[in-house]
Structure formats: C-alpha cells, structure tokens
C-alpha cells in the first residue's frame, strides 16, 4: 500500500509541475495497460 501511495504521490507532482488542468499516470500502470494491449486485453475504447 505504501508503495501505491509513492506512485500516487510522484504522479500528482508531475502533473502539479506540468501546468494547470493535468493528470498523470504512473509508470508501471502504463506498462500493464500496453502489456495487456498487446496480449488482446481490454481495449482502449
């Protein structure tokens, strides 16, 4: 959970330093997302 929160954390950070009206994903949600892509997972509809 701690770890979780880390991540969280970080994104908000980056997103802060980016400029109003922003979001960001962490790096290893990202990672999961294109590996399931890539294995015929969830679609990006």
């Known amino acids: ?3 979780l929160i880390r991540r969280a954390d ?3 950070y980056r ?3 980016a400029g109003r009206n ?3 994903m962490d790096g290893v ?3 999961q997302m294109i590996s399931a892509k890539a294995e015929g997972g969830p679609s990006s509809r």
């Open 15 to 17: 997103a802060k330093a």
């Open 22 to 24: 922003r979001w960001e």
């Open 1 to 3: 959970m701690e770890s």
């Open 29 to 31: 949600f990202e990672t």
């Open 10 to 12: 970080s994104a908000l």
